[in-house]
């Protein structure tokens, strides 16, 4: 369960940002939907389909970095 922690950190990463990306998308189809009837906010269905995808890659790079450093510490340790 604990061994080749820098691996799992990577891949939670990697879902991370695929699960920011699906949600922005899916919340952007929910407002586009939601403003068919009044076309004057149809604005707001691009806030969560830009920033979705975004947030969630901003989110992944810092779990991402934290695996790599995870990773190179490890790698550092198993050579002393």
Known sequence: MY???AAKIKLLAKIVF???ALIGLVFAILLFADVIV???LAFLGIIPLI???VFGWLSSLLVYGFGELIEKTTD???KQ
């Open 76 to 78: 550092i340790a198993n």
């Open 3 to 5: 061994e080749n922690i």
């Open 18 to 20: 695929g699960l920011g």
């Open 51 to 53: 920033f979705g995808p």
């Open 38 to 40: 009044d076309e004057d």
